[in-house]
Protein backbone atom coordinates (compact mmCIF):
# COMPACT_ATOMS: atom_id res chain seq x y z
CA UNK A 1 0.00 0.00 0.00
CA UNK A 2 3.03 2.47 1.10
CA UNK A 3 4.55 1.94 -2.46
CA UNK A 4 1.37 2.24 -4.26
CA UNK A 5 0.76 6.16 -2.84
CA UNK A 6 4.29 7.05 -3.07
CA UNK A 7 4.34 6.09 -6.88
CA UNK A 8 1.27 8.13 -7.45
CA UNK A 9 3.08 10.72 -5.49
CA UNK A 10 5.84 11.09 -7.81
CA UNK A 11 3.26 10.57 -10.94
CA UNK A 12 1.91 14.01 -9.60
CA UNK A 13 5.06 15.75 -9.24
CA UNK A 14 6.19 14.47 -12.63
CA UNK A 15 2.98 15.58 -14.12
CA UNK A 16 2.89 19.31 -11.96
CA UNK A 17 6.73 19.59 -13.39
CA UNK A 18 5.53 18.70 -16.91
CA UNK A 19 2.64 21.15 -16.66
CA UNK A 20 4.97 24.22 -15.41
CA UNK A 21 7.86 23.58 -17.88
CA UNK A 22 5.47 23.73 -20.77
CA UNK A 23 3.51 27.04 -18.86
CA UNK A 24 7.27 28.78 -18.37
CA UNK A 25 7.77 27.53 -22.27
CA UNK A 26 4.81 29.13 -23.73
CA UNK A 27 5.77 32.51 -22.40
CA UNK A 28 5.59 35.02 -25.03
CA UNK A 29 9.15 36.12 -26.32
CA UNK A 30 9.89 40.47 -25.78
CA UNK A 31 12.59 41.99 -26.67
CA UNK A 32 13.26 43.48 -23.03
CA UNK A 33 11.77 46.38 -23.12
CA UNK A 34 8.74 46.82 -20.50
CA UNK A 35 5.10 45.64 -21.36
CA UNK A 36 3.20 48.25 -22.13
CA UNK A 37 0.34 48.51 -24.46
CA UNK A 38 0.78 50.34 -28.12
CA UNK A 39 -1.92 53.13 -27.26
CA UNK A 40 -2.33 56.51 -28.33
CA UNK A 41 0.51 58.81 -27.89
CA UNK A 42 0.25 62.24 -25.92
CA UNK A 43 3.04 64.66 -25.77
CA UNK A 44 3.18 67.52 -23.27
CA UNK A 45 6.79 68.66 -23.71
CA UNK A 46 10.32 67.83 -25.34
CA UNK A 47 13.33 69.34 -23.36
CA UNK A 48 15.31 71.21 -24.55
CA UNK A 49 13.32 72.80 -27.91
CA UNK A 50 16.73 73.26 -29.31
CA UNK A 51 19.83 71.28 -28.73
CA UNK A 52 23.26 69.76 -30.97
CA UNK A 53 24.24 66.37 -31.76
CA UNK A 54 24.63 64.43 -28.30
CA UNK A 55 22.43 66.43 -26.07
CA UNK A 56 20.20 64.74 -23.73
CA UNK A 57 16.92 64.88 -24.27
CA UNK A 58 13.43 64.65 -22.51
CA UNK A 59 10.33 62.95 -24.16
CA UNK A 60 7.44 63.73 -21.38
CA UNK A 61 3.50 62.91 -21.59
CA UNK A 62 1.76 60.00 -21.61
CA UNK A 63 1.45 56.53 -23.49
CA UNK A 64 5.20 56.63 -24.63
CA UNK A 65 6.22 53.57 -23.41
CA UNK A 66 6.08 51.22 -26.06
CA UNK A 67 7.80 53.96 -28.96
CA UNK A 68 9.79 51.86 -31.31
CA UNK A 69 11.48 54.62 -33.72
CA UNK A 70 12.72 58.09 -33.16
CA UNK A 71 13.33 59.74 -36.37
CA UNK A 72 14.70 63.35 -37.23
CA UNK A 73 12.39 63.93 -40.06
CA UNK A 74 14.99 66.44 -41.96
CA UNK A 75 16.58 63.52 -44.07
CA UNK A 76 15.20 61.05 -41.98
CA UNK A 77 17.74 60.37 -39.84
CA UNK A 78 17.32 58.27 -36.81
CA UNK A 79 17.76 58.46 -33.13
CA UNK A 80 19.15 55.10 -31.20
CA UNK A 81 17.90 54.68 -27.82
CA UNK A 82 17.14 51.67 -25.51
CA UNK A 83 13.74 50.50 -25.32
CA UNK A 84 14.06 49.33 -21.91
CA UNK A 85 14.35 52.83 -20.21
CA UNK A 86 10.93 53.87 -21.37
CA UNK A 87 7.92 55.19 -19.07
CA UNK A 88 4.45 55.55 -19.70
CA UNK A 89 5.53 59.21 -19.27
CA UNK A 90 8.69 59.72 -19.97
CA UNK A 91 11.73 58.93 -22.35
CA UNK A 92 15.34 60.13 -23.36
CA UNK A 93 17.33 60.01 -25.65
CA UNK A 94 19.72 62.06 -27.94
CA UNK A 95 20.27 64.19 -30.58
CA UNK A 96 21.94 61.90 -33.12
CA UNK A 97 25.55 63.74 -34.27
CA UNK A 98 24.09 63.10 -37.95
CA UNK A 99 21.13 64.98 -37.30
CA UNK A 100 21.19 68.19 -40.05
CA UNK A 101 20.57 71.36 -38.87
CA UNK A 102 17.78 73.45 -38.64
CA UNK A 103 14.12 73.24 -37.76
CA UNK A 104 12.53 69.65 -38.71
CA UNK A 105 10.12 67.42 -36.83
CA UNK A 106 10.86 64.65 -34.61
CA UNK A 107 8.45 61.63 -35.01
CA UNK A 108 8.10 59.36 -32.25
CA UNK A 109 6.68 55.74 -33.51
CA UNK A 110 5.17 52.85 -31.62
CA UNK A 111 4.46 49.26 -32.29
CA UNK A 112 1.34 49.77 -33.35
CA UNK A 113 2.14 52.43 -36.25
CA UNK A 114 1.23 55.08 -34.30
CA UNK A 115 3.23 58.32 -34.02
CA UNK A 116 3.35 61.71 -32.88
CA UNK A 117 5.78 64.74 -34.19
CA UNK A 118 7.11 67.48 -32.15
CA UNK A 119 8.69 70.38 -33.55
CA UNK A 120 12.11 71.20 -32.58
CA UNK A 121 15.49 72.94 -33.86
CA UNK A 122 18.80 70.93 -34.67
CA UNK A 123 22.15 73.15 -33.67
CA UNK A 124 24.22 71.98 -36.27
CA UNK A 125 27.09 74.82 -36.48
CA UNK A 126 29.30 74.53 -39.58
CA UNK A 127 32.58 72.79 -38.27
CA UNK A 128 36.00 72.91 -40.14
CA UNK A 129 38.98 70.02 -39.24
CA UNK A 130 41.14 70.72 -42.03
CA UNK A 131 41.76 73.01 -45.38
CA UNK A 132 43.27 72.05 -48.59
CA UNK A 133 45.48 75.42 -48.31
CA UNK A 134 46.28 78.32 -45.90
CA UNK A 135 47.50 80.15 -48.25
CA UNK A 136 45.60 82.25 -51.51
CA UNK A 137 45.14 85.03 -54.21
CA UNK A 138 41.85 86.47 -55.01
CA UNK A 139 40.07 83.73 -57.59
CA UNK A 140 41.91 80.79 -55.63
CA UNK A 141 39.75 78.15 -54.04
CA UNK A 142 39.96 76.38 -51.06
CA UNK A 143 38.44 73.21 -50.04
CA UNK A 144 36.93 73.15 -46.22
CA UNK A 145 36.71 69.62 -44.79
CA UNK A 146 34.53 69.09 -41.85
CA UNK A 147 30.92 68.82 -40.90
CA UNK A 148 27.41 70.65 -41.20
CA UNK A 149 28.77 72.64 -44.62
CA UNK A 150 26.19 71.87 -47.11
CA UNK A 151 23.83 74.39 -45.58
CA UNK A 152 26.61 77.07 -45.51
CA UNK A 153 25.12 80.83 -46.80
CA UNK A 154 27.62 82.75 -45.73
CA UNK A 155 31.80 83.19 -45.47
CA UNK A 156 33.28 86.07 -44.71
CA UNK A 157 36.87 87.07 -43.73
CA UNK A 158 37.25 88.17 -40.26
CA UNK A 159 37.16 91.44 -39.03
CA UNK A 160 36.31 92.60 -42.53
CA UNK A 161 32.88 92.63 -44.77
CA UNK A 162 35.03 90.82 -47.88
CA UNK A 163 33.26 87.19 -48.85
CA UNK A 164 34.41 84.31 -50.25
CA UNK A 165 31.94 82.61 -53.02
CA UNK A 166 30.34 79.48 -52.18
CA UNK A 167 30.94 77.12 -55.06
CA UNK A 168 29.79 74.28 -53.87
CA UNK A 169 28.69 72.80 -50.64
CA UNK A 170 28.31 69.01 -49.03
CA UNK A 171 28.01 67.65 -45.63
CA UNK A 172 31.60 66.79 -45.03
CA UNK A 173 33.22 69.50 -47.42
CA UNK A 174 32.55 73.06 -49.03
CA UNK A 175 34.64 74.86 -51.72
CA UNK A 176 35.08 78.54 -51.53
CA UNK A 177 36.70 80.60 -53.61
CA UNK A 178 38.61 83.76 -52.20
CA UNK A 179 37.60 87.01 -53.19
CA UNK A 180 40.01 90.71 -53.53
CA UNK A 181 41.18 91.95 -50.22
CA UNK A 182 43.14 94.28 -48.44
CA UNK A 183 43.45 91.61 -45.29
CA UNK A 184 46.82 90.01 -44.80
CA UNK A 185 45.56 87.25 -42.81
CA UNK A 186 42.55 86.17 -41.51
CA UNK A 187 39.86 82.95 -40.23
CA UNK A 188 36.57 82.56 -41.41
CA UNK A 189 32.86 83.64 -40.10
CA UNK A 190 30.97 80.72 -41.91
CA UNK A 191 27.08 81.07 -41.56
CA UNK A 192 24.21 77.98 -41.85
CA UNK A 193 20.88 77.51 -40.16
CA UNK A 194 22.08 76.90 -36.93
CA UNK A 195 24.25 80.23 -36.47
CA UNK A 196 27.71 81.32 -36.87
CA UNK A 197 31.12 79.37 -36.48
CA UNK A 198 34.47 80.78 -36.87
CA UNK A 199 37.56 79.27 -37.76
CA UNK A 200 40.16 78.53 -35.72
CA UNK A 201 42.40 78.11 -39.12
CA UNK A 202 43.71 81.03 -40.11
CA UNK A 203 44.32 81.96 -44.17
CA UNK A 204 47.05 84.20 -45.51
CA UNK A 205 46.72 85.97 -48.31
CA UNK A 206 49.55 86.24 -50.46
CA UNK A 207 49.14 89.16 -52.31
CA UNK A 208 49.58 91.16 -49.61
CA UNK A 209 52.39 89.12 -48.11
CA UNK A 210 56.22 89.72 -48.67
CA UNK A 211 56.93 87.28 -51.74
CA UNK A 212 60.31 85.16 -51.48
CA UNK A 213 59.19 82.52 -53.67
CA UNK A 214 55.15 81.92 -55.19
CA UNK A 215 55.57 80.83 -58.77
CA UNK A 216 59.40 82.78 -58.94
CA UNK A 217 61.21 84.25 -56.90
CA UNK A 218 60.18 87.73 -55.28
CA UNK A 219 61.90 90.86 -56.33
CA UNK A 220 65.72 90.75 -55.75
CA UNK A 221 65.85 86.93 -54.37
CA UNK A 222 67.63 84.16 -56.59
CA UNK A 223 69.09 80.97 -55.86
CA UNK A 224 72.51 80.59 -54.13
CA UNK A 225 71.92 77.21 -52.68
CA UNK A 226 75.13 74.68 -52.01
CA UNK A 227 76.20 71.82 -54.61
CA UNK A 228 73.16 71.23 -56.72
CA UNK A 229 71.27 74.25 -57.45
CA UNK A 230 67.64 74.61 -57.09
CA UNK A 231 65.48 74.13 -59.84
CA UNK A 232 62.03 75.95 -60.97
CA UNK A 233 59.36 72.97 -60.71
CA UNK A 234 56.16 73.20 -63.39
CA UNK A 235 54.70 69.73 -61.97
CA UNK A 236 55.50 69.94 -58.49
CA UNK A 237 53.84 72.64 -56.60
CA UNK A 238 50.68 74.05 -53.78
CA UNK A 239 49.88 76.72 -54.86
CA UNK A 240 49.69 78.80 -58.51
CA UNK A 241 51.31 76.57 -61.03
CA UNK A 242 55.19 76.70 -59.64
CA UNK A 243 57.66 75.87 -56.93
CA UNK A 244 60.90 75.11 -56.69
CA UNK A 245 62.91 71.90 -55.99
CA UNK A 246 66.41 71.25 -54.39
CA UNK A 247 68.22 67.78 -55.05
CA UNK A 248 69.81 67.63 -51.89
CA UNK A 249 73.17 65.20 -52.33
CA UNK A 250 73.87 62.33 -50.70
CA UNK A 251 76.95 62.48 -48.34
CA UNK A 252 77.01 66.04 -48.00
CA UNK A 253 75.36 68.80 -45.50
CA UNK A 254 73.06 70.69 -48.51
CA UNK A 255 70.94 73.38 -48.15
CA UNK A 256 68.87 75.74 -50.28
CA UNK A 257 69.15 79.15 -50.25
CA UNK A 258 66.86 82.11 -50.79
CA UNK A 259 69.67 84.97 -51.70
CA UNK A 260 69.08 88.42 -51.70
CA UNK A 261 72.63 90.08 -52.02
CA UNK A 262 70.71 93.30 -52.96
CA UNK A 263 69.16 95.19 -51.47
CA UNK A 264 68.38 92.49 -49.09
CA UNK A 265 65.31 92.64 -46.39
CA UNK A 266 65.35 95.40 -44.18
CA UNK A 267 63.45 94.60 -40.43
CA UNK A 268 59.80 95.49 -40.78
CA UNK A 269 58.59 95.08 -37.14
CA UNK A 270 55.05 94.74 -38.95
CA UNK A 271 55.73 90.94 -40.07
CA UNK A 272 55.22 88.93 -38.05
CA UNK A 273 55.02 85.35 -39.72
CA UNK A 274 57.54 83.83 -42.37
CA UNK A 275 55.17 81.26 -43.48
CA UNK A 276 56.67 77.68 -46.30
CA UNK A 277 55.15 74.77 -47.62
CA UNK A 278 57.87 72.20 -47.79
CA UNK A 279 56.91 68.85 -49.84
CA UNK A 280 58.76 65.98 -48.56
CA UNK A 281 61.60 63.09 -49.97
CA UNK A 282 61.44 59.36 -50.31
CA UNK A 283 61.37 59.11 -46.16
CA UNK A 284 60.92 61.64 -43.29
CA UNK A 285 63.75 63.50 -42.88
CA UNK A 286 64.49 66.94 -40.52
CA UNK A 287 65.15 70.55 -42.58
CA UNK A 288 67.00 73.15 -40.08
CA UNK A 289 66.35 77.06 -41.00
CA UNK A 290 69.47 79.35 -41.36
CA UNK A 291 69.51 82.93 -42.16
CA UNK A 292 73.17 84.75 -41.99
CA UNK A 293 71.73 87.67 -39.83
CA UNK A 294 70.59 84.56 -37.24
CA UNK A 295 72.74 84.01 -34.04
CA UNK A 296 73.96 80.42 -35.43
CA UNK A 297 74.91 82.69 -38.92
CA UNK A 298 74.34 80.97 -42.30
CA UNK A 299 75.14 77.00 -42.85
CA UNK A 300 77.12 76.80 -39.62
CA UNK A 301 75.06 73.59 -38.23
CA UNK A 302 72.79 75.74 -36.43
CA UNK A 303 69.64 73.66 -35.19
CA UNK A 304 67.42 75.32 -33.23
CA UNK A 305 64.89 75.69 -35.76
CA UNK A 306 64.24 72.30 -36.64
CA UNK A 307 61.26 71.42 -39.31
CA UNK A 308 59.70 67.71 -39.32
CA UNK A 309 58.80 66.71 -42.65
CA UNK A 310 56.91 64.06 -43.34
CA UNK A 311 57.91 62.10 -46.51
CA UNK A 312 55.95 62.55 -50.14
CA UNK A 313 53.43 64.87 -48.99
CA UNK A 314 53.37 68.94 -48.78
CA UNK A 315 53.51 69.92 -44.98
CA UNK A 316 52.71 73.77 -44.03
CA UNK A 317 55.20 75.60 -41.77
CA UNK A 318 53.90 78.98 -39.76
CA UNK A 319 57.06 80.65 -37.96
CA UNK A 320 56.96 83.41 -35.29
CA UNK A 321 59.17 85.87 -36.48
CA UNK A 322 59.87 87.00 -32.78
CA UNK A 323 61.25 83.35 -32.45
CA UNK A 324 63.33 82.52 -35.15
CA UNK A 325 64.88 86.22 -35.03
CA UNK A 326 65.97 86.89 -38.68
CA UNK A 327 67.44 90.28 -37.93
CA UNK A 328 69.11 88.80 -34.61
CA UNK A 329 72.84 89.87 -35.60
CA UNK A 330 71.08 93.25 -37.71
CA UNK A 331 69.19 94.68 -40.99
CA UNK A 332 69.11 93.62 -43.82
CA UNK A 333 69.44 89.90 -44.22
CA UNK A 334 70.34 88.42 -47.27
CA UNK A 335 70.30 84.49 -46.96
CA UNK A 336 67.49 82.28 -46.01
CA UNK A 337 68.07 78.44 -46.00
CA UNK A 338 66.99 74.95 -45.21
CA UNK A 339 69.58 72.73 -44.35
CA UNK A 340 69.81 68.95 -43.75
CA UNK A 341 72.02 66.57 -41.98
CA UNK A 342 72.96 64.02 -45.09
CA UNK A 343 71.09 62.39 -46.87
CA UNK A 344 73.22 59.75 -45.82
CA UNK A 345 71.73 56.72 -48.15
CA UNK A 346 70.75 58.57 -51.31
CA UNK A 347 69.94 61.86 -53.37
CA UNK A 348 66.41 63.61 -51.75
CA UNK A 349 64.60 65.98 -53.71
CA UNK A 350 62.90 68.60 -51.61
CA UNK A 351 60.15 71.15 -53.06
CA UNK A 352 59.39 74.57 -51.46
CA UNK A 353 56.68 76.93 -51.99
CA UNK A 354 55.07 80.22 -51.03
CA UNK A 355 57.72 81.45 -49.01
CA UNK A 356 56.25 84.41 -47.49
CA UNK A 357 57.02 86.99 -44.67
CA UNK A 358 52.87 87.71 -43.70
CA UNK A 359 51.96 91.09 -41.49
Known amino acids: MKIILIKKIAVVCTLFLAVSITIISCKKDTDGSPGFKAGDLKVSALTPDSASGGTLLTLSGNGLGDIRQIIFDKDSVPAPFYTTLNTETALLFRVPDTAHGG???????????????????????????????????????????????????????????????????????????????DVNRSTLAITNASGVTTTDIEFVNIDKAYKIFTDSYGDGFSDGSWGDGAKISSTEFKTGTKSVGKNYQKGNWH???????????????????????????????????????????????????????????????????????????????????????????????????DVLLVK
Open 255 to 353: LINFANWWPGVSYDASYKYLTVWIKGASKDYTLYLTGDKRAGGFGNSDQSVPLNIPANTWTYFKLSLADIKLWEKGSPFNQLGFWIKGPDTQDETFYFD
Open 103 to 181: PQNVVFINSAGKSVAVPFKVIALPGVTSVSNYDYSAGDEITLTGNNLDGVTDVTLTGSTDKATVVSSARKSLVIKMPST
